[in-house]
């Protein structure tokens, strides 16, 4: 059973980059499946932020796009999120998740999730 | 870009049958797939249903899904209620270049 466990500050400063990982375990990257990055602000709903193939090709929310960064390391087994210029408004619960079947846009797995805070 | 309108609560007795709809404001339901979330107070959210009516495995028979052209909305059924069931519900569906999720369906079993 593939596992899921993001890792990364808890806290940030306004204007920085957020940088989360996710650990994958139980599943190698390196043999498919898309993966990605959804979070939630405290009370709030959903919002995706971007999904990655294995191979590194990339779909981001056209909204975020310009601050997003969605990498993938297999030799580490894990996908990384940047967000770059952050404001109070990118506080949330930042889940990764794998994909369903082929596609960029079904999460099947989801992680614990991280709480990141955005404050000075 | 369209928008996924959801029922803001349900609620139902436990062992009774449940429907949460899922309504499409542009566009047919039926171009793109469409996906159901399970959130318990204080968890991550679980995948129950997704393309229209797939459930991933480990997922209880009882969730089902299923999309109307006529209405151009999605549905998500839980039978046989359980007091665990309680939970925010989300559906999701996407274009060519975004998801779009509902706003969510807080489901009470009393």
């Known amino acids: 059973q593939v596992q899921l466990q993001e890792s990364g500050p808890g806290l940030v400063k306004p204007s920085e980059t957020l940088s989360l990982t996710c650990a994958v375990s139980g599943y190698s990257i390196s043999s498919g499946y898309y993966w990605g990055w959804i979070r939630q602000p405290p009370g709030k709903g959903l919002e995706w932020i971007g999904s990655?193939?294995?191979?590194?090709?990339?779909y981001y929310n056209p909204s975020l796009k310009s601050r997003v960064t969605i990498s993938v390391d297999t030799s580490k087994n894990q996908f990384s999120l940047k967000l770059s210029s952050v404001t109070a408004a990118d506080t949330a619960v930042y889940y990764c998740?794998?994909?369903?079947?082929?596609?960029?846009?079904?999460?099947?797995?989801w992680g614990q999730g991280t709480l990141v805070t955005v404050s000075s | 870009n369209f928008m996924l309108t959801q029922p803001h609560s349900v609620s139902e007795s436990p062992g009774k049958t449940v429907t949460i709809s899922c309504t499409r404001s542009?566009?047919?339901?039926?171009?793109?797939?469409v996906q159901w979330y399970q959130q318990r107070p204080g968890s991550s959210p679980t995948t129950v249903i997704y393309e229209d009516n797939q459930r991933p495995s480990g997922v209880p028979d009882r969730f089902s899904g299923s999309i109307d052209s006529s209405s151009n909305s999605a549905s998500l059924t839980i039978s046989g209620l359980k007091t665990e069931d309680e939970a925010d519900y989300y559906c999701?569906?996407?274009?060519?270049?975004?998801?779009?999720f509902g706003g969510g369906t807080k489901l009470t079993v009393l």
């Open positions: 542009s566009g047919s339901i039926a171009s793109n797939y």
């Open positions: 999701q569906s996407y274009d060519s270049s975004n998801w779009v």
């Open positions: 990655i193939y294995h191979s590194g090709s990339t």
């Open positions: 998740a794998r994909l369903c079947s082929s596609s960029w846009y079904a999460p099947c797995y």
